[in-house]
């Protein structure tokens, strides 16, 4: 009985997880496959991707079997930080980081590109968590016991700000007071910091002209389509394209040097137009299952840490492509954020991979105290 408890972890969240990257590579076939004439070869993109889904894979299955409350020890969560902290470091040094269209976001590692931040996420969720589960009740006091804790957060999100990337350091700090929503910050502190958080987010978006071009323009894309307002509007005529039902898979005409980053930030678009609402639908609820099967995993785990760790992990998935989706159908100001299991980008796709790893073995110690408690039931 015990043998079997240890392999049991939530099926659900492999399913969709799966279902999320088979759709992903159809997909990103269907935006990629033109470049043929210049790779010679319409899988390019596609084999790219498989070798992070290879590479995510093995990092799955790997930490599915590592007892989650390893990453609590002190000297795992100062390592994951230093590395991370070195590698924002480096990533911003010219000649170091691999400058790509202003944005000095990669490095190049034995000829492979990756990109510090997405692992930067991550860590910063294994941090929030162990320090929330340490703080304990201290979470109510505002000044001793939640200040402090957003303190890793904010280095990591000035780091990330000087490649630059607003987004994804926006995205690191609503992750965090996520997080500490869902260990009990009072609701006057949360509002203070939800208020706080969108006058830096204004502050930022607003003091560089780029930025502050892409805010003016979200309010009309069409009025500014030879400038800023050009990626919403060919993102929005893609979407508008596919009607009810999509013109077919590879059939749509927006990524044929009209829409900008088909493959990466605005992919939504490509699935929009090729499959229609119902096919937006479709992921839109796929990624909502998903969601919903991380809190429930979270919700199920019988420790504090393991709630948080697991909720930390399923909020950054499901933010991000909250953001993605938003951006992309125009309810959100244009920024450049990845569409999580869809958006081209080993790295990426590695890293959150590795991530559901961590949640699916809090479901395996999940369903392995359940079992035992059973069986203690069955003999009593």
Not at 197 to 211: Q, V
Not at 238 to 246: M, Q, R
């Amino acid at each position: 009985m015990e043998r079997r408890a240890r392999r049991t972890c939530d099926k659900t969240v492999v399913l969709l997880m799966v279902l999320l990257i088979i759709l992903g590579l159809i997909t990103l076939f269907s935006a990629t496959y033109y470049q043929r004439t210049a790779s010679g070869d319409p899988l390019s993109a596609v084999k790219k991707q498989l070798v992070g889904v290879a590479l995510g894979a093995a990092a799955c299955v790997f930490l599915s079997h590592v007892p989650y409350r390893v990453y609590r020890q002190p000297r795992v969560m100062l390592t994951l930080l230093g590395v991370s902290a070195a590698l924002l470091i480096l990533v911003i040094i010219p000649g170091i980081g691999v400058s790509i269209n202003g944005s000095r976001r990669w490095l190049n590692v034995l000829g492979m590109s990756m990109q510090p931040s997405e692992f930067a996420k991550y860590a910063m969720v294994i941090f929030m968590a162990g320090a929330l589960d340490r703080r304990g009740e201290e979470i109510h006091r505002f000044f001793a016991g939640v200040v402090p804790l957003l303190i890793v957060p904010g280095i990591m999100f000035l780091l990330i700000l000087e490649q630059p990337n607003l987004s994804t350091g926006g995205s690191i700090l609503i992750c965090a007071l996520l997080m500490l929503f869902s260990a009990g910050l009072r609701k006057r502190h949360m509002a203070f910091l939800g208020v706080c958080g969108f006058c830096l987010g204004a502050f930022y978006a607003w003091s560089a002209p780029y930025r502050r071009e892409r805010l003016l323009s979200f309010r009309d894309p069409f009025a500014k389509m030879s400038d800023e307002g050009y990626q919403l509007s060919q993102s929005l005529i893609a979407l508008g394209s596919g009607g009810l039902f999509g013109m077919g898979l590879g059939q749509g005409r927006q990524k044929f040097a009209y829409l900008p980053y088909p493959e990466s930030d605005f992919i939504f678009a490509i699935i929009g137009e090729d499959f229609g609402l119902v096919g937006c639908t479709a992921v839109v609820m796929l990624f909502c299952a998903f969601v919903f099967a991380g809190l429930r995993v979270a919700l199920s785990c019988r420790d504090r840490y393991g709630c948080l760790l697991a909720s930390g992990i399923t909020s950054m998935i499901g933010l991000q492509a909250f953001i993605n989706m938003g951006v992309v159908t125009g309810i959100m100001p244009t920024t450049g954020l990845p569409l999580p299991f869809f958006s081209a980008g080993g790295t990426s796709m590695t890293m959150i991979m590795a991530a559901v790893g961590i949640l699916l073995n809090v479901s395996r110690e999940n369903g392995r105290a359940i079992s035992t408690r059973k069986e203690n039931g069955r003999g009593t």
